[in-house]
């Protein structure tokens, strides 16, 4: 089954620090955070026309002076069937690749490793690695065992110097606080670099009431941010 690609940017100075990359969006997930950014893709993908996965590998082969290499987020997409030949085509065609996912799906992210088809793995942890920590941000229910299945798989790749990755996590009120980010730093102690995103109320969908999800105050993820430090040496902050 050919991928399906719901979006497409040609050029991104920010998608991946310290190169130039181009970007897909693929549709579906299999979880719903009330504060996704692209949830428009998750709950009504039809809404956009498919991209052919064969124009984007065209406008990458155009753009290939001064592209480094794609980022492949979503949605998540090792849900999309297709996911695999398209990127070994990619890759074939002497670009790098930059996953973002939710790591949900072990098994997907341990062939794409093992065969070399991505580089770079960008991991969205919801919340505190605990069934029920992930299933009230979540929205459904949650058995964190394959995330930390996966999280182990990119460990022991990063150990061996096949891939890179960092960790982020959306600060979406009102689930967090100062002992939720040390709970979830003890588990991922050891990652290169995490990174405490600032929640944005205006992606939220409109049954939402926006009056109770307002942004924690800069000074108190500062706070935060010292505090994981004592587990992670590289934490930033990142705003909307």
């Not at 182990?152 to 110097?161: C, D, F, T």
């Not at 890179?164 to 009120?173: C, H, K, S």
Request: glycine share 6%; aromatic share 10%.
């Amino acid at each position: 089954m050919p991928l399906s690609i719901k979006g497409y940017l040609e050029t991104s100075f920010s998608d991946w620090d310290g190169l130039v990359s181009a970007v897909v969006f693929l549709p579906g997930c299999n979880w719903r955070c009330y504060f996704c950014h692209n949830h428009s893709l998750v709950f009504e993908p039809e809404i956009y026309p498919d991209i052919p996965p064969q124009t984007v590998l065209d406008s990458l082969r155009k753009h290939r002076k001064w592209i480094d290499g794609l980022c492949v987020g979503g949605g998540e997409p090792t849900l999309s069937p297709g996911l695999l030949p398209f990127l070994r085509e990619v890759k074939d065609s002497g670009f790098k690749v930059k996953l973002d996912t939710n790591a949900s799906q072990p098994r997907v992210i341990e062939e794409l490793i093992g065969l070399g088809l991505v580089d770079y793995l960008a991991i969205d942890i919801k919340a505190p690695l605990t069934d029920k920590a992930y299933s009230a941000i979540c929205r459904k229910q949650i058995k964190v065992g394959a995330i930390c299945e996966s999280l182990s798989i990119i460990k022991k790749a990063y150990r061996e110097k096949r891939v890179d990755y960092e960790l982020r996590t959306t600060l979406a009120p009102p689930y967090f606080s100062g002992e939720a980010i040390v709970s979830i730093c003890e588990k991922i102690s050891g990652a290169p670099r995490y990174v405490l995103q600032q929640f944005d109320p205006h992606n939220l969908r409109e049954e939402e009431n926006k009056k109770e999800r307002q942004p924690y105050q800069r000074d108190e993820i500062e706070a935060w941010a010292r505090r994981a430090r004592e587990y992670i040496g590289n934490v930033s902050i990142r705003e909307v």
